[in-house]
C-alpha cells in the first residue's frame, strides 16, 4: 500500500495542472510588515507588495460594502485609486482578494476541528491571528498558488463528515480577506500584523482536495480603460428626463467646503446616478452639473496633483447603480412621494399601503386604533397614529404643477401640520374601520377555527397543533409563553393539590372551569364559588387565571361593587369576573340578578363606551367569586344553586408562603393551559360539570343563606298540594320568626310575592285560593300550611280543604 501512494501524487499533481486552464499566476512572494501603520499607508504598502485591496466600511467584514458586489474587479493595487478611496473614506478599513493576488488563504476558526494531518502544513504558513489572545491559532493561513492553480472559496474534500463542524473556511478566486491594521467587527481589537514574511506555495496535499472556481476570469480586476467604457455606456444608456426637477436638489446636496467635500462629492455621485437609471434625468446633465461644481470647489488645484478624482466617484458610482433595476430605483426614488395634501383619502391609503408592506396594518374598531406588532392587534392612541404621521410625512413631498399656459411641474415639500393630518386621520378612520360586532378573539374572514394565541403561534384548539401569527385573526393579547406540548406540569400540581387538599375531583373540576374560560364556552351556565381560609390559595389561583386570560379577565372587590351601584360597562371585552372579599356579604337581591342574568346566558342592556346608545347585548362570560366563608346570594326561586359549582380549599399556607410561587407557576403556563385543554375536552365529552363532594356543604349553607324565606317554610310548614294555610296566620307567624331569628320582616304584600317564587322540592308552587269555609271566603295560600307545632302561636286557624 505505501509503495503506491508516492506514484499516485504526481500523477495527480499533474492532472490538476492540465486541467485547469487560466493566466498563470506569479503570486505575492513577500508578504509585508504594516505594524504601526494607519489603515490608509497599510493599504499602500499591501498595493506596493502586490497584494489589490478594496475598502471596508468600519463595522463589517463586508468588501462590498462601498464598492458592491463587483467588488472583486475593483480590488486594484492602483496607488492613485487607493489614495482617492482613503482620502473619501478615511476611516475605511480594507480587505484584498485572495484569488486576484495569486494567494489562497485558509481561515481557521475553530482550531481544534482542524485535522492533524494539516497542521503539519499549516505551520510553514504565513499566520495572522484574527484574535488577540497570543496563544489561539484561529487565524489566517496565506499560501502562494502555483502557476495553474484556480480555486474557489468551496471546502471540496477539506469538508468534514456529516455532523462535525467545520474549522474554517478556504478563500482564493471570489472571496475576501480583511486585513491588519483594520479593527475587527465585532470584538474591537485590531487585526494582528508581523515582520515581513516569505509566503510559502500551497502544499499538493491540500491542493489535491481543493475545488477549482467556475471562472477565475470573472474576478479579473478591471483595467481603467474598460472601466471608463463602462461609465460612457451608463451615461449613453440612461437618458431619459421625465422628472429633471428631481435633480435640483441632489446639485444642492454637495457642500463644497474644504473637509467634507470629498465624501459629500461621492454621496452626490451616487444619488444622482442611481436617480438618473430611475429615468428621473439625464445621467450625463447630472455628471455635467456635478462635474461643473466639483471643479468650482476645487478651483484647479487638485489635491495632490490627482485631476482625475471625480472621475474615479463616476466609475465607482456607476458600478453601484449596476447593481440595481430601474424599477427598484425608481420605487426608491419614489419612496418619500405623496399624493397631494389636499386628497386625504388618497394620503390615507397610501399610509395603509405602507402600514402592510412593512407588516404593520392598523385598524380603528369601536372607538380605539389598532397596530399589528407580528403577534397581536395592540391598541394604541389617536396621539400616537398623528405622531408617526409626522415622522412619516416629514420628509414626503408631491408633484406639483405651476398654473398658467407654461405652469412647470415641481416636487414640493410635504410639510405636515395639524390642519393636514386632522383631515388624513379623519379619512383613515373611514378606510381601516371595522364592524362594531368584530369580537376579540374571531377570524376577521369569518372562519370557524378556534385557537389560542401563544406567543410563539396560534394553538388550533381541536388538535392542539400551532399556527404561525397572522393579521386575519383578531386578538389584542397573547398568552405570555411559548407553546411546548408535553411539557410536565411539577410546581402547578403541587399547588393544585395544596389548594384543593389533594381532590382529584376539585381539581379536575378546577381545571374544567379553567377550560371553559379558555375556550370561551358559556353553554354549561356555572360560575365558581370558591370558600377557604386566608392564605389557602385563592388569590394565587386568581393571579394564575389573570396571566393565562389577560384583559379578559377582570378583578373587582365585592365592597367596590357594592358601592357603585352594579355598572355593567366594565364586564365588556372580559370572559371571567372575579368578586373577592373576606368579609363582604351581597345579601342584594339585585346583583343576585345581574348574576343569574349574565351566567344564564341572558341579554343585558349596555351602553358601550363607542356607541351613543344603550344595547340589549349577551356577554359572554362568567364569575369567580373567592371568600373565606360562602356569600350571600338572595334568591328565593333556587335557581343560584343551580348555577354553582363549589370548591373548597381547607388549608392555610399564610405562616409559610412561598413568594417565589407565582414565578413557579408561570413558568409552567404551557403545561398548565395544556392540562385545562385536556380537562375541557373531557368536559365536552361527559357534558356537564360533576360537582365534588368536598363543595356539598358550601353548597348547603349557600341555599341555606339564599332565602330565610326558604328556611322559615322549612322550619314551620308542611307543603303539599292539598294543603292552604291563611295569609294572616301565616304572616304573623312569619313576623314572629323573623324576630326570633334576627331577621327583618318584610312587608305582607312583598311577602306573598316572595312566596309565590319561592323554589320548594319537587317542583311544588305556592299559589293564592280563597276556599269557601263557613260561608266565608278568607284570602289563604295554596300548597302549605303551618306545622300543628307552630299553630299555637298564631290565632287564625288552619283550615284544611275537602
Same mark, same amino acid.
Given at each position: 500500500?505505501k509503495?503506491?501512494v508516492?506514484?499516485?501524487?504526481p500523477?495527480?499533481?499533474?492532472?490538476r495542472?492540465?486541467?485547469?486552464?487560466?493566466?498563470?499566476?506569479?503570486g505575492v512572494?513577500?508578504?509585508?510588515?504594516?505594524?504601526?501603520?494607519s489603515?490608509a499607508?497599510?493599504?499602500?504598502?499591501?498595493?506596493?507588495?502586490?497584494?489589490?485591496?478594496v475598502?471596508v466600511?468600519?463595522?463589517?467584514?463586508?468588501?462590498?460594502?462601498?464598492?458592491?458586489?463587483?467588488?472583486?474587479?475593483?480590488?486594484?493595487?492602483?496607488?492613485?485609486?487607493?489614495?482617492?478611496?482613503?482620502?473619501?473614506?478615511?476611516?475605511?478599513?480594507?480587505?484584498?482578494? !485572495?484569488?486576484?493576488?495569486?494567494?489562497?488563504?485558509?481561515?481557521?476558526?475553530?482550531?481544534?476541528?482542524?485535522?492533524?494531518w494539516?497542521?503539519?502544513?499549516l505551520?510553514?504558513?504565513?499566520?495572522?491571528?484574527?484574535?488577540?489572545?497570543?496563544?489561539?491559532?484561529?487565524?489566517?493561513?496565506?499560501?502562494?498558488?502555483?502557476?495553474?492553480?484556480?480555486?474557489?472559496c468551496?471546502?471540496?474534500?477539506?469538508?468534514?463528515?456529516r455532523?462535525?463542524?467545520?474549522?474554517?473556511?478556504?478563500?482564493?478566486?471570489?472571496?475576501?480577506?480583511?486585513?491588519?491594521?483594520?479593527?475587527? !467587527? =465585532?470584538?474591537?481589537?485590531?487585526? /494582528?500584523?508581523?515582520?515581513?514574511?516569505?509566503?510559502?506555495?500551497?502544499?499538493?496535499?491540500?491542493?489535491?482536495?481543493?475545488?477549482?472556481?467556475?471562472?477565475?476570469?470573472?474576478?479579473?480586476?478591471?483595467?481603467?480603460?474598460?472601466?471608463?467604457?463602462?461609465?460612457?455606456?451608463?451615461?449613453?444608456?440612461?437618458?431619459?428626463?421625465?422628472? $429633471?426637477?428631481?435633480?435640483k436638489p441632489?446639485?444642492?446636496?454637495?457642500?463644497?467646503?474644504?473637509g467634507?467635500?470629498?465624501?459629500?462629492?461621492?454621496?452626490?455621485?451616487?444619488?444622482a446616478?442611481?436617480?438618473?437609471?430611475?429615468?428621473?434625468?439625464?445621467?450625463?446633465?447630472?455628471?455635467?452639473?456635478?462635474?461643473?461644481?466639483?471643479?468650482?470647489?476645487?478651483?484647479?488645484?487638485?489635491?495632490?496633483?490627482? !485631476?482625475?478624482?471625480?472621475?474615479?466617484?463616476?466609475?465607482? #458610482?456607476?458600478?453601484?447603480?449596476d447593481?440595481?433595476?430601474?424599477?427598484?430605483?425608481?420605487?426608491?426614488?419614489?419612496?418619500?412621494?405623496?399624493p397631494?395634501?389636499?386628497q !386625504?383619502?388618497?394620503?390615507?391609503?397610501?399610509?395603509?399601503?405602507?402600514?402592510?408592506?412593512?407588516?404593520?396594518?392598523?385598524?380603528?374598531?369601536?372607538?380605539?386604533?389598532?397596530?399589528?406588532?407580528?403577534?397581536?392587534?395592540?391598541? =394604541?392612541?389617536?396621539? &400616537?397614529?398623528?405622531?408617526?404621521?409626522?415622522?412619516?410625512?416629514?420628509?414626503?413631498?408631491?408633484?406639483? /404643477? =405651476? #398654473?398658467?399656459?407654461?405652469?412647470?411641474t415641481?416636487?414640493?415639500?410635504w410639510?405636515?401640520?395639524?390642519?393636514?393630518?386632522?383631515?388624513?386621520?379623519?379619512?383613515?378612520?373611514?378606510?381601516?374601520?371595522?364592524?362594531?360586532?368584530?369580537?376579540?378573539?374571531?377570524?376577521?374572514?369569518?372562519?370557524?377555527?378556534?385557537?389560542?394565541?401563544?406567543?410563539?403561534?396560534?394553538?388550533?384548539i381541536?388538535?392542539? /397543533?400551532?399556527?404561525p401569527?397572522?393579521?386575519?385573526?383578531?386578538?389584542?393579547?397573547?398568552?405570555?409563553?411559548d407553546?411546548?406540548?408535553?411539557?410536565?406540569?411539577?410546581?402547578?400540581?403541587?399547588?393544585?393539590?395544596?389548594?384543593?387538599?389533594?381532590?382529584?375531583?376539585?381539581?379536575?373540576?378546577?381545571?374544567?372551569?379553567?377550560?371553559?374560560?379558555?375556550?370561551?364556552?358559556?353553554?354549561?351556565?356555572?360560575?365558581?364559588?370558591?370558600?377557604?381560609?386566608?392564605?389557602? #390559595?385563592?388569590?394565587?389561583?386568581?393571579?394564575?387565571?389573570?396571566?393565562?386570560?389577560?384583559?379578559?379577565?377582570?378583578g373587582?372587590?365585592?365592597?367596590?361593587?357594592?358601592?357603585?351601584?352594579?355598572p355593567?360597562?366594565?364586564?365588556? #371585552?372580559?370572559?371571567?369576573?372575579?368578586?373577592?372579599?373576606?368579609?363582604?356579604?351581597?345579601?342584594?337581591?339585585?346583583?343576585?340578578?345581574?348574576?343569574?342574568?349574565?351566567?344564564?346566558?341572558d341579554?343585558?342592556?349596555?351602553r358601550?363606551?363607542?356607541?351613543?346608545?344603550?344595547?340589549?347585548?349577551?356577554? $359572554?362570560? /362568567?364569575?369567580?367569586?373567592?371568600?373565606?366563608?360562602?356569600?350571600?346570594?338572595?334568591?328565593?326561586?333556587?335557581?343560584?344553586?343551580?348555577?354553582?359549582?363549589?370548591?373548597?380549599?381547607?388549608?392555610?399556607?399564610?405562616?409559610?408562603?412561598?413568594?417565589?410561587?407565582? &414565578?413557579?407557576?408561570?413558568a409552567e403556563?404551557?403545561?398548565?393551559v395544556?392540562?385545562?385543554?385536556?380537562?375541557?375536552?373531557?368536559?365536552?365529552?361527559?357534558?356537564?360539570?360533576?360537582?365534588?363532594?368536598?363543595?356539598?356543604?358550601?353548597?348547603?349553607?349557600?341555599?341555606e343563606?339564599?332565602?330565610?324565606?326558604?328556611?322559615?317554610?322549612?322550619?314551620?310548614?308542611?307543603?303539599?298540594?292539598?294543603?292552604?294555610?291563611?295569609?294572616?296566620?301565616?304572616?304573623?307567624?312569619?313576623?314572629?320568626w323573623?324576630?326570633?331569628?334576627?331577621?327583618?320582616?318584610?312587608?305582607?304584600?312583598?311577602?306573598?310575592?316572595?312566596?309565590?317564587?319561592?323554589?320548594?322540592?319537587?317542583?311544588?308552587?305556592?299559589?293564592?285560593?280563597?276556599?269557601?269555609?263557613?260561608?266565608?271566603?278568607?284570602?289563604?295560600?295554596?300548597?302549605?300550611?303551618?306545622?300543628?307545632?307552630?299553630?299555637?302561636?298564631?290565632?287564625?286557624?288552619?283550615?284544611?280543604?275537602?
Open positions: 500500500m509503495t503506491g508516492p506514484a499516485m501524487i500523477e495527480k499533481k499533474a492532472r495542472k492540465t486541467a485547469r486552464d487560466g493566466e498563470s499566476v506569479d512572494a513577500n508578504w509585508p510588515d504594516v505594524r504601526e501603520l489603515n499607508d497599510a493599504a499602500e504598502i499591501y498595493a506596493k507588495s502586490g497584494v489589490p485591496v475598502p466600511r468600519p463595522g463589517t467584514k463586508n468588501p462590498g460594502s462601498y464598492l458592491g458586489r463587483g467588488w472583486p474587479q475593483r480590488a486594484t493595487t492602483d496607488l492613485d485609486i487607493i489614495r482617492d478611496w482613503w482620502r473619501r473614506w478615511p476611516d475605511a478599513g480594507m480587505a484584498m482578494h !485572495p484569488g486576484g493576488a495569486g494567494l489562497l488563504v485558509l481561515d481557521v476558526d475553530i482550531p481544534e476541528n482542524v485535522p492533524e494539516m497542521w503539519v502544513h505551520e510553514r504558513a504565513v499566520f495572522r491571528r484574527t484574535t488577540n489572545a497570543p496563544e489561539n491559532r484561529r487565524g489566517h493561513y496565506i499560501y502562494r498558488l502555483r502557476p495553474g492553480d484556480q480555486f474557489g468551496s471546502l471540496g474534500k477539506l469538508k468534514p463528515a455532523g462535525k463542524e467545520a474549522w474554517g473556511q478556504v478563500r482564493c478566486y471570489g472571496g475576501a480577506i480583511v486585513l491588519a491594521p483594520t479593527t475587527h !467587527p =465585532t470584538e474591537g481589537h485590531a487585526y /494582528t500584523s508581523g515582520p515581513a514574511e516569505h509566503v510559502p506555495w500551497l502544499p499538493d496535499e491540500i491542493a489535491m482536495k481543493l475545488s477549482a472556481a467556475p471562472d477565475p476570469n470573472e474576478y479579473r480586476t478591471l483595467t481603467p480603460t474598460e472601466l471608463d467604457a463602462k461609465a460612457k455606456a451608463f451615461l449613453d444608456t440612461y437618458a431619459e428626463d421625465r422628472e $429633471p426637477y428631481a435633480l441632489i446639485l444642492a446636496e454637495f457642500e463644497s467646503a474644504p467634507g467635500r470629498h465624501e459629500s462629492m461621492w454621496h452626490a455621485v451616487c444619488w446616478l442611481r436617480e438618473a437609471k430611475a429615468g428621473r434625468f439625464s445621467a450625463t446633465a447630472a455628471v455635467d452639473g456635478l462635474r461643473e461644481r466639483w471643479e468650482a470647489a476645487i478651483g484647479g488645484e487638485y489635491r495632490d496633483g490627482d !485631476p482625475d478624482e471625480f472621475i474615479r466617484m463616476v466609475r465607482d #458610482g456607476v458600478a453601484l447603480a447593481e440595481v433595476s430601474a424599477e427598484a430605483l425608481l420605487a426608491r426614488a419614489h419612496r418619500n412621494r405623496w397631494n395634501p389636499k !386625504p383619502q388618497k394620503v390615507a391609503q397610501e399610509v395603509i399601503a405602507r402600514a402592510e408592506r412593512d407588516g404593520r396594518p392598523i385598524a380603528h374598531w369601536r372607538g380605539e386604533w389598532l397596530r399589528w406588532d407580528g403577534q397581536c392587534w395592540c391598541p =394604541t392612541t389617536e396621539d &400616537q397614529i398623528r405622531a408617526q404621521l409626522y415622522r412619516m410625512l416629514e420628509y414626503a413631498n408631491y408633484e406639483h /404643477t =405651476t #398654473g398658467g399656459a407654461n405652469g412647470a415641481l416636487e414640493v415639500s410639510n405636515p401640520d395639524k390642519a393636514k393630518l386632522t383631515n388624513v386621520i379623519d379619512a383613515l378612520k373611514a378606510e381601516t374601520l371595522w364592524a362594531d360586532d368584530m369580537e376579540d378573539g374571531s377570524w376577521r374572514d369569518g372562519r370557524n377555527c378556534g385557537v389560542l394565541p401563544f406567543s410563539n403561534g396560534l394553538l388550533r381541536d388538535d392542539r /397543533t400551532l399556527l401569527h397572522t393579521p386575519d385573526y383578531f386578538n389584542t393579547e397573547y398568552i405570555p409563553c407553546y411546548e406540548p408535553h411539557t410536565e406540569l411539577v410546581a402547578g400540581r403541587k399547588f393544585l393539590n395544596e389548594l384543593t387538599g389533594d381532590d382529584p375531583d376539585a381539581i379536575e373540576t378546577l381545571m374544567e372551569f379553567v377550560g371553559t374560560r379558555l375556550v370561551g364556552d358559556d353553554r354549561f351556565q356555572k360560575m365558581l364559588i370558591v370558600v377557604g381560609p386566608s392564605g389557602s #390559595g385563592k388569590g394565587t389561583f386568581d393571579r394564575l387565571l389573570s396571566r393565562i386570560l389577560g384583559r379578559k379577565h377582570a373587582v372587590r365585592m365592597d367596590d361593587y357594592k358601592n357603585n351601584g352594579f355593567i360597562e366594565p364586564l365588556l #371585552g372580559k370572559t371571567l369576573v372575579t368578586f373577592s372579599d373576606q368579609r363582604a356579604q351581597l345579601d342584594m337581591k339585585r346583583f343576585t340578578d345581574l348574576l343569574l342574568q349574565v351566567v344564564g346566558g341579554a343585558v342592556s349596555v358601550r363606551p363607542y356607541d351613543r346608545h344603550s344595547v340589549s347585548v349577551r356577554l $359572554p362570560l /362568567t364569575f369567580m367569586i373567592l371568600s373565606n366563608e360562602a356569600p350571600v346570594l338572595p334568591d328565593n326561586a333556587g335557581a343560584m344553586v343551580r348555577r354553582v359549582l363549589a370548591i373548597r380549599t381547607p388549608n392555610t399556607f399564610a405562616d409559610s408562603a412561598d413568594y417565589d410561587l407565582d &414565578q413557579k407557576l408561570a403556563l404551557s403545561a398548565f395544556d392540562l385545562a385543554l385536556t380537562a375541557y375536552r373531557q368536559l365536552v365529552e361527559r357534558g356537564r360539570f360533576i360537582q365534588p363532594d368536598s363543595g356539598q356543604e358550601i353548597l348547603t349553607v349557600i341555599r343563606n339564599s332565602s330565610y324565606l326558604a328556611n322559615f317554610v322549612e322550619e314551620c310548614c308542611d307543603v303539599g298540594p292539598e294543603l292552604i294555610e291563611t295569609k294572616a296566620g301565616l304572616y304573623m307567624r312569619w313576623t314572629m323573623c324576630h326570633t331569628n334576627g331577621h327583618t320582616a318584610t312587608a305582607a304584600n312583598k311577602f306573598a310575592s316572595d312566596l309565590y317564587s319561592l323554589y320548594l322540592a319537587g317542583g311544588h308552587r305556592i299559589t293564592a285560593s280563597r276556599p269557601s269555609i263557613n260561608g266565608e271566603r278568607p284570602h289563604c295560600f295554596s300548597g302549605l300550611a303551618l306545622k300543628s307545632d307552630q299553630r299555637s302561636a298564631t290565632k287564625p286557624r288552619l283550615v284544611q280543604g275537602d
